[in-house]
């Protein structure tokens, strides 16, 4: 029997089918609700803080200000260092506000009463002092630096790096056509179902329960903030209600509740209102504005400019990784390697920009993408002959490009040409145009690419067989939603050879999960799911080792089948439930091995069509999308399906409806009703595929990751696909009505 | 005020504006309904109040009083799935599933309410309910699909 490569069904969705699943305001903890006041200008002075009405309500236990929290707040929110180099940066302290408000919506008091009811009315109940002071929303605006968000930085710049590779210069003028290109992506909103949470619970050690993607990650920031040993915290994460990304931060609000728990000595808990989720992720928002050079013949030859990246007003833990990914991906699956792009990342007085679903991944895919259906537009060309002439031979792989990133395996050129052909490319495009003909505005559109995932340094699996010859599997990803733990299931039912059922697959509990990073960037089936193979071989080795003690043999004499533990000459054998029994019996007793596995990066690929439909009132709608991606080994194919589903409806979203709009008071300025996620209506039918003749990653599992590519290409695709329906140029996400109608 | 919760009768008191879900989720402790926004937006707190579909995050408890509610935590007695439920599985229709009760909830309406169902017709019905992870196909399909066992 084998796992591996079917469509087997999620492990744990009984209870999820059923309403029995525990996010964290599930959770039953004698506990005090935590409500916040926030700030209603961009940027002000906090003068004072009228607590005494508030006070006066029943049930209202305390309201504390940012000089009360940050005495148990000792350190800022830093980056993310495993990926961020911090040395380049120009960090400004982030805690709880105390003194100023930097961004409209910032927290500025926190009050903590008996029950959310009187949270929120206590909160209504605050007055704040506040002097409003100059403030820069526009990124444009703050790179002038008139105006600066953090006085003690001395500029709005927080990060300016220049990413050279072969001399662009010579290679523009050398070119026979040049053509200036501006891209952008707006801001918006990663909007998991689930708005953030937490509980933090204080009795000398800490016990956070907490809607995150990265537990470990959490503790160890935790610990390093309030100055408590890790070994004294405890993060635990229940079901997560979906996170792309916004879950991988760590919040002001978190951590004054956190606080608060610690300063009181009583639980705390917070649920974000769906309001207030909103303001605590905003994502995306950058510009690239530069030149590029090709030859008649479509081959590209130089891309010069610069990225301007927003940060909103402080540095979030992942934002950092923006402005250092985006412009070495550019070059993408293309051979292209003079480039000279200037990355900055700027401060406004706007809501902190954290990262969402493929972060940096989607950006430098639109901007690559963009440029090469240019090309194809300034010579008349077809886009897939402008991208075949482009991309990277199979002999040239493995590949370095030119800022260093050496892409493991693939064959992009196989891969465009039979996806052209699966997805039925130039039929739909004659379909279209027929179409056109009688006056429906309708198009088709494509774009290809190549991402980066299955991010190291490491991941841990435990592989732990019980006495009754059932097993435990723990894994130092964190899958929300995602499924990765049933196809992390089917790898180690393979490997071990026993029926999945026996298997359970935990995480997300730093106290029983020795280490871990979680799960972000597509990694955790190759990282995770690798760990697990490579712990799972190691147990079974012990159990041949019992075998042969219980068999009085040498460990070469035995050979393991199905469950069962065979003397090669005399065919005696023992059952799998036997040995498991015994090991917990005889010498050298326990069955548990753990694995910390290192790893590197992968890069899968693949090509993307959507077919569009405007209508008179300009509002487009993609009828249809269809993917074929080479995603290394597929595990469970309806899994990675449902990854292209979801990362492609919210492509739809990003491509035509989500705008995260800030007024020029620098407030959010839509609800959940008038920001347009897609629903059901929107969202379009899908076909996706997988390349049968897989590249492998070097992982265990042989597979790349799928999780963002759908989101990463997706909007090209769309916005592709928008401009064969209505014959606009259009290089910005979302496309709007007016844009599509100007 | 007085209901009826999934067949049992509650007796309790509440303040004015306590709204049905957090009196089903605090009060009664039925946490399968689910809160996603603060705008009748999402339908993750989708209940069944005398069988019609309500938004549960928008209605005072009081005005349930007397009234009938379902919610996901009634559709499945002993752990053992109803058709829905059996086909939301079988169908890969839920990823982080917490707009699945909701989900649920909304095609059990959909389901005693119309016979002969289309692919647009479900879409059209289930508009009210977002999900942000499957990208609604699979939950389309799972919805047919139970319409379908539910004939046979």
């Known amino acids: 029997m084998s796992y591996a490569g079917k469509s087997i069904k999620r492990l744990y969705d009984d209870k999820f089918v059923t309403g029995r699943s525990t996010y964290v305001d599930d959770i039953k903890v004698n506990s005090l609700y935590a409500g916040f006041v926030r700030s209603n200008v961009p940027h002000g002075r906090i003068k004072k803080v009228n607590k005494e009405d508030a006070l006066k309500i029943r049930g209202v236990v305390a309201v504390l200000t940012g000089e009360e929290i940050n005495q148990l707040i000792k350190e800022g929110i830093g980056p993310w260092t495993t990926y961020v180099d911090p040395r380049p940066w120009k960090i400004p302290l982030w805690r709880f506000a105390q003194g100023e408000t930097k961004y409209n919506g910032e927290p500025i008091a926190m009050v903590l009463a008996q029950d959310k009811y009187t949270a929120r009315d206590a909160v209504e109940a605050v007055s704040v002092d506040l002097e409003p002071l100059d403030a820069v929303i526009d990124l444009q605006e703050a790179k002038k630096d008139k105006i600066l968000v953090h006085k003690e930085l001395g500029t709005n710049y927080g990060f300016v790096g220049n990413f050279n590779a072969g001399d662009a210069d010579k290679a523009l003028a050398s070119s026979d056509r040049r053509v200036e290109v501006e891209i952008s992506n707006e801001r918006l909103i990663p909007s998991p179902m689930e708005p953030r949470g937490i509980v933090s619970h204080y009795d000398g050690n800490l016990t956070i329960w907490y809607s995150t993607q990265i537990p470990h990650f959490a503790r160890a920031e935790f610990s390093r903030i309030f100055g408590i040993p890790e070994s004294k915290i405890r993060v635990i994460?229940?079901?997560?209600?979906?996170g792309f990304g916004s879950k991988a931060h760590i919040l002001p609000e978190e951590l004054a509740v956190i606080a608060a728990s610690i300063r009181l000595g009583r639980a705390v808990r917070w649920t974000a209102t769906r309001t207030e989720e909103m303001m605590a992720t905003n994502s995306r928002h950058n510009v690239f504005k530069g030149e590029i050079g090709f030859k008649s013949d479509g081959t590209l030859t130089a891309i010069k400019g610069t990225l301007d990246v927003e940060l909103g007003a402080y540095l979030t833990y992942t934002e950092g990784i923006q402005p250092t990914i985006i412009p070495p991906m550019i070059p993408g699956p293309y051979k292209v390697r003079d480039l000279m792009i200037k990355s900055q990342a700027i401060y406004t007085n706007t809501i902190p920009i954290t990262m969402y679903r493929g972060a940096s991944r989607p950006e430098a895919t639109f901007i690559i993408e963009r440029i090469m259906s240019t090309v194809a537009d300034e010579l008349k060309m077809d886009d897939v002959e402008v991208r075949m002439r482009n991309l990277i031979r199979e002999d040239q792989i493995p590949y370095t490009n030119p800022f260093g990133l050496k892409y493991d395996s693939g064959d992009y050129q196989t891969l465009l040409k039979e996806g052209v052909k699966v997805l039925e490319y130039h039929e739909m495009k004659r379909w279209a145009s027929q179409e056109r003909?009688?006056?429906?505005?309708?198009?088709?559109?494509?774009?290809?690419?190549?991402e980066i995932c299955g991010f190291g340094p490491y991941e841990f699996a435990e592989t732990r067989i019980n006495r009754d010859g059932s097993v435990i599997v723990s894994i130092g990803g964190t899958p929300h939603g995602q499924g990765t733990e049933t196809a992390i299931a089917q790898l180690v039912a393979d490997e071990l050879q026993i029926p999945i059922e026996r298997i359970k697959v935990t995480w997300g509990d730093s106290d029983t999960v020795p280490i871990g990073l979680g799960t972000y960037g597509s990694r955790t089936l190759a990282t995770a799911g690798s760990a697990a193979i490579s712990s799972s071989k190691q147990v079974l080795d012990k159990m041949r080792r019992v075998a042969a003690r219980v068999m009085n043999a040498d460990v070469e004499e035995i050979d393991y089948r199905n469950g069962e533990f065979i003397h090669k000459k005399e065919g005696r054998k023992v059952s799998w439930d036997v040995i498991a029994r015994e090991a917990y019996g005889g010498k050298e007793p326990g069955l548990s091995a753990s694995v910390v596995l290192e790893g590197d990066v992968t890069f899968p690929y693949g090509v993307h069509m959507a077919i569009v439909e405007v209508d008179d009132y300009g509002i487009a709608?993609?009828?249809?999308?269809?993917?074929?991606?080479?995603?290394?080994?597929?595990?469970?194919?309806?899994?990675?399906?449902g990854q292209i589903h979801g990362g492609g409806t919210q492509a739809v979203g990003q491509a035509l409806y989500e705008l995260a709009t800030i007024n020029e008071n620098g407030q959010l300025a839509v609800t959940y009703a008038d920001y347009y996620v897609p629903?059901?209506?929107?969202?379009?039918?899908?076909?996706?595929y997988f390349a049968e003749k897989?590249?492998?990653s070097a992982y265990l599992t042989k597979s790349k990751g799928v999780g963002e590519a759908a989101l990463i290409v997706g909007p090209a695709a769309?916005?592709?696909?928008?401009e064969d329906a209505t014959g606009k140029k259009l290089n910005k996400t979302p496309a709007l009505p007016e844009d599509i109608l100007q | 005020m007085k209901v009826k919760v999934n067949g049992v009768e509650y007796e309790d008191e509440v303040e004015p504006r306590t709204l049905l879900v957090d009196f089903l989720r605090d009060n009664l402790n039925l946490t399968g309904t689910k809160i996603g926004c603060d705008t009748t937006t999402c339908g993750a707190c989708t209940v069944l109040v005398n069988g019609r579909s309500v938004k549960s995050c928008t209605m005072l408890a009081i005005q349930a009083n007397g009234k009938e509610i379902l919610t996901i935590e009634g559709l499945s007695s002993d752990s053992k799935l109803n058709p829905i439920q059996q086909a939301f599985k079988d169908n890969f229709a839920l990823q982080c599933g917490y707009c699945t009760a909701g989900m649920i909830v909304q095609a059990h309406f959909i389901l005693s309410h119309e016979r002969d169902l289309s692919e647009e017709k479900v879409r059209d019905m289930i508009h009210g309910n977002i999900c942000r992870c499957t990208g609604y196909q699979n939950i389309v399909n799972a919805i047919l699909d139970a319409s379908r066992r539910m004939r046979a």
């Open chain 1, 237 to 242: 994460m229940p079901d997560v209600g979906g």
């Open chain 1, 437 to 450: 003909a009688k006056g429906r505005k309708v198009g088709v559109g494509l774009a290809y690419y190549l």
């Open chain 1, 718 to 722: 769309i916005i592709r696909a928008l």
């Open chain 1, 679 to 688: 629903t059901a209506v929107e969202a379009p039918k899908f076909k996706s």
């Open chain 1, 694 to 696: 897989y590249h492998p």
């Open chain 1, 621 to 641: 709608r993609v009828i249809e999308y269809r993917a074929y991606d080479d995603i290394g080994r597929v595990i469970n194919p309806a899994l990675a399906e």
